[in-house]
C-alpha cells in the first residue's frame, strides 16, 4: 500500500465504528496524522490509541458549536488541515406517518447541518492546504423508499450540497465530492442479518447471501471498501475529480 497521505493530517467524523472508523483506519495507514471525531469518548480513546499520530476528539456534532469545535482542535493538534470526511449520522427507517418530528430532527442535525458546519468551519483551513473534503451521503438519497423518508431525504440534501461545494471549490482550489454507499455490514446491517437468521433458522452467512439476493446484489459492502473509495477521491490520484458522485453499492442502483 502506498502511503499517499504521508505528511497530510485528515478529520473523520463518524469514526468510533463502521465505516467512518474504517475511513480513519485507511487514511492514518495511507501516511495521515487522523482527528477521530464521534460521541463515544470511550470508543474514540480506544481507536486512536491503535493508530500513529491519532487524536480523538468526543463531540456531539448535532450541537451546532461542536463542528467549529472540532476543526480547531484538529488545527491545534496538527497545525493544518487536509482532508475532511463526514460520514456521521444515522436515521430512523420507519412508516412516514410515524416518524416524529424529533425523528427528523435528529437526522437532518447529525448528519447533514454537521456536515455542513463541518465543512463551513474548515474550508478557510482547506482552502490554504488546496485540500479536499469527501461526503458520505447514501444510496437512498438517489432511490427513493417509503420507509426512508428521512434517510433518503437527508442523503439527497448532502449529495446536492456537494455540488454546491464542488462549485465553489473551482475557484477556492477545494475538491469537494461524495459517496453513496450501499448495504455495507456494519453493526447496523449485521442485526438485521442475524435477526434473518434468527428467523429462518439459518447460520449468519447464509442469512447474509439470502438478504443480499433479495437486495437484488450478490453480497453486501465491506466498511473498508468504503474507505478504499474515499483513499482514492481524497488522495493524489483524483486531483481532477470534482463535484462527483461515487455510487459504492453492488450495482444496486441501476438507474442512469
Given at each position: 500500500?502506498?502511503?499517499?497521505?504521508?505528511?497530510?493530517?485528515?478529520?473523520?467524523?463518524?469514526?468510533?465504528?463502521?465505516?467512518?472508523?474504517?475511513?480513519?483506519?485507511?487514511?492514518?495507514?495511507?501516511?495521515?496524522?487522523?482527528?477521530?471525531?464521534?460521541?463515544?469518548?470511550?470508543?474514540?480513546?480506544?481507536?486512536?490509541?491503535?493508530?500513529?499520530?491519532?487524536?480523538?476528539?468526543?463531540?456531539?456534532?448535532?450541537?451546532?458549536?461542536?463542528?467549529?469545535?472540532?476543526?480547531?482542535?484538529?488545527?491545534?493538534?496538527?497545525?493544518?488541515?487536509?482532508?475532511?470526511?463526514?460520514?456521521?449520522?444515522a436515521t430512523q427507517r420507519g412508516d412516514?406517518?410515524?416518524?416524529?418530528?424529533?425523528?427528523?430532527?435528529?437526522?437532518?442535525?447529525?448528519?447533514?447541518?454537521?456536515?455542513?458546519?463541518?465543512?463551513?468551519?474548515?474550508?478557510?483551513?482547506?482552502?490554504?492546504?488546496s485540500g479536499s473534503a469527501v461526503l458520505?451521503?447514501?444510496?437512498?438519497?438517489?432511490?427513493?423508499?417509503?420507509?426512508?423518508?428521512?434517510?433518503?431525504?437527508?442523503?439527497?440534501?448532502?449529495?446536492?450540497l456537494t455540488k454546491a461545494l464542488a462549485?465553489?471549490?473551482?475557484?477556492?482550489?477545494?475538491?469537494?465530492?461524495?459517496?453513496?454507499?450501499?448495504?455495507?455490514?456494519?453493526?447496523?446491517?449485521?442485526?438485521?442479518?442475524?435477526?434473518?437468521?434468527?428467523?429462518?433458522?439459518?447460520?449468519?452467512?447464509?442469512?447474509?447471501?439470502?438478504?443480499?439476493?433479495?437486495?437484488?446484489?450478490?453480497?453486501?459492502?465491506?466498511?473498508?471498501?468504503?474507505?478504499?473509495?474515499?483513499?482514492?477521491?481524497?488522495?493524489?490520484?483524483?486531483?481532477?475529480?470534482?463535484?462527483?458522485?461515487?455510487?459504492?453499492?453492488?450495482?444496486?442502483?441501476?438507474?442512469?
Open positions: 500500500m502506498t502511503r499517499s497521505f504521508e505528511g497530510r493530517t485528515a478529520l473523520v467524523s463518524g469514526a468510533s465504528r463502521g465505516i467512518g472508523l474504517a475511513i480513519a483506519k485507511r487514511l492514518a495507514a495511507d501516511g495521515a496524522r487522523v482527528m477521530l471525531v464521534a460521541r463515544s469518548a470511550d470508543l474514540l480513546q480506544a481507536e486512536a490509541a491503535a493508530l500513529p499520530g491519532a487524536v480523538p476528539f468526543a463531540a456531539d456534532l448535532s450541537r451546532p458549536e461542536a463542528a467549529g469545535e472540532a476543526v480547531q482542535a484538529a488545527i491545534a493538534a496538527f497545525g493544518r488541515l487536509d482532508v475532511l470526511v463526514h460520514s456521521a449520522g412516514f406517518l410515524q416518524l416524529s418530528d424529533e425523528a427528523w430532527e435528529s437526522g437532518y442535525a447529525l448528519k447533514l447541518f454537521g456536515g455542513m458546519r463541518l465543512c463551513r468551519a474548515a474550508w478557510p483551513h482547506l482552502v490554504q492546504s458520505i451521503a447514501g444510496i437512498g438519497g438517489r432511490l427513493a423508499s417509503a420507509d426512508f423518508t428521512i434517510g433518503g431525504s437527508v442523503n439527497a440534501a448532502l449529495i446536492n462549485d465553489r471549490g473551482v475557484t477556492d482550489g477545494v475538491r469537494v465530492n461524495a459517496i453513496n454507499p450501499g448495504s455495507i455490514r456494519t453493526e447496523r446491517l449485521t442485526g438485521r442479518i442475524a435477526t434473518m437468521a434468527r428467523e429462518r433458522g439459518l447460520e449468519m452467512e447464509p442469512a447474509a447471501a439470502a438478504l443480499a439476493a433479495e437486495s437484488g446484489i450478490a453480497r453486501f459492502g465491506l466498511p473498508e471498501e468504503i474507505a478504499a473509495a474515499v483513499a482514492f477521491l481524497a488522495g493524489p490520484e483524483a486531483s481532477y475529480v470534482q463535484g462527483a458522485i461515487l455510487d459504492v453499492d453492488g450495482g444496486w442502483l441501476r438507474a442512469v
